[in-house]
């Protein structure tokens, strides 16, 4: 079945920079575009990029720019997102989602189990 | 920027009723709107998607509906695990957005 297994809890101080990690496994890694959004109690769920795994372009959300690297990993079937420049707003769990269809239609069928990141001095 | 915004924030509600969640977006978007489902500690549950297409596993007490702007979800015979919180999500414009939920509690 399709999984989506992501990378454990992270502390980070505020400066820091931050991997998660997402490893695919039950369906062809190239055929769906694979997201992250956040989740934190303040802004609620909010959408930050994606990646098209068949040719490694991204697009993130405007506010992410400068600050966000999402990358695939061929032999692994990963993807990873890289955040860097971490403020106390950046606490938040991190998830990892595939779309439902190889057409370009942004929903989401399976999500990760969600990573926490904390951000604290 | 599309606002997706959900009311009513919070439903307290017995088992066996029937509720009816709206979202509504800022501008037109088309029919790209999903739904899902989250409880405590797990990821979001997909439930609908192209604004009233079943997602596999999705009961069959789930309906939706919409277009444009304003969007529904309907739960007839509320049962026990449908508690939690309940998200829409357009994805006819990036960024793609997500409202702020409501939370279907039990009285």
């Known amino acids: 079945q399709v999984q989506l297994m992501q990378s454990g809890p992270e502390v980070k101080e505020p400066g820091a920079s931050v991997r998660v990690s997402c490893k695919t496994s039950?369906?062809?890694?190239?055929?769906?575009?694979l997201h992250w959004v956040r989740q934190s109690p303040g802004r609620g769920l909010e959408w930050m990029g994606l990646?098209?795994?068949?040719?490694?372009?991204?697009s993130l959300a405007d506010r992410f720019q400068g600050r966000v690297t999402v990358t695939r990993d061929m032999s692994t079937n990963s993807v990873h997102m890289d955040l860097s420049g971490l403020t106390s707003a950046d606490t938040a769990v991190y998830y990892c989602?595939?779309?439902?269809?190889?057409?370009?239609?942004?929903?989401?069928?399976?999500w990760g189990q969600g990573s926490l990141v904390t951000v604290s001095s | 920027e599309i606002v997706m915004t959900q009311s009513p924030v919070t439903l307290s509600v017995s088992p066996g009723e029937r509720i009816t969640l709206s979202c509504r977006a800022s501008?037109?978007?088309?029919?790209?709107v999903a739904w899902y489902q989250q409880k405590p500690g797990q990821a979001p549950r997909l439930l609908f998607f192209?604004?009233?297409s079943r997602a596999t596993g999705s009961p069959a007490r789930f309906s939706a509906s919409g277009s444009g702007t304003d969007f529904t979800l309907i739960i007839t015979s509320l049962q026990s695990e449908d508690f939690g919180v309940y998200y829409c999500?357009?994805?006819?414009?990036?960024?793609?957005?997500f409202g702020g939920g409501t939370k279907v509690e039990f009285k």
């Open positions: 039950g369906y062809s890694f190239i055929a769906y575009f």
């Open positions: 192209g604004a009233s």
């Open positions: 990646i098209n795994p068949s040719d490694g372009r991204t």
């Open positions: 999500q357009q994805y006819s414009n990036r960024p793609f957005t």
């Open positions: 501008q037109s978007v088309s029919n790209n």
């Open positions: 989602a595939r779309v439902g269809t190889t057409a370009s239609y942004h929903y989401f069928d399976t």
